[in-house]
Nanobody
Framework: QVQLVESGGGSVQPGGSLRLSCAAS????????MAWFRQAPGKERELVAT??????ISRYADSVTGRFTISRDKNMLYLQMNNLKPEDTAVYYC?????????????????WGQGTQVTVSS
């Protein structure tokens, strides 16, 4: 059974940091593109960052560039989030794309985690 399980969410003050983790199991995700999406209340799910297997290429949403870093190690995916802002508040989801395209749309991803809440508030 394929599973993606996120952890590391929580509440933090503006300017703070969090590190999200995603543990993938059930198959090897070595050749998959992996990504973090987020969804705030009343908004659509949006790409935060993606990292492809081929070339280890990563890219970020403009809103998080310079503050967030995506990385992967075997079947683990990470998102280091620094200088967090209230607008970063959302449920964060880990996702896997078997075609390794690293696209920006949710439909391009085959597997999803259940999400972890990140709240940035003073």
């Amino acid at each position: 059974q394929v599973q993606l399980v996120e952890s590391g969410g929580g509440s933090v003050q503006p300017g703070g940091s969090l590190r999200l983790s995603c543990a993938a199991s059930g198959r090897s995700f070595e050749y998959y593109a992996m990504a973090w999406f987020r969804q705030a209340p009343g908004k659509e799910r949006e790409l935060v960052a993606t990292i492809r297997w081929h070339g280890d290429i990563s890219r970020y949403a403009d809103s998080v560039t310079g503050r967030f870093t995506i990385s992967r190690d075997k079947n683990m995916l990470y998102l280091q989030m620094n200088n967090l802002k209230p607008e970063d508040t959302a449920v964060y989801y880990c996702a896997a794309d078997s075609l390794d395209t690293g696209g920006s749309q949710p439909y391009e991803y085959d597997y999803w985690g259940q999400g972890t809440q990140v709240t940035v508030s003073s």
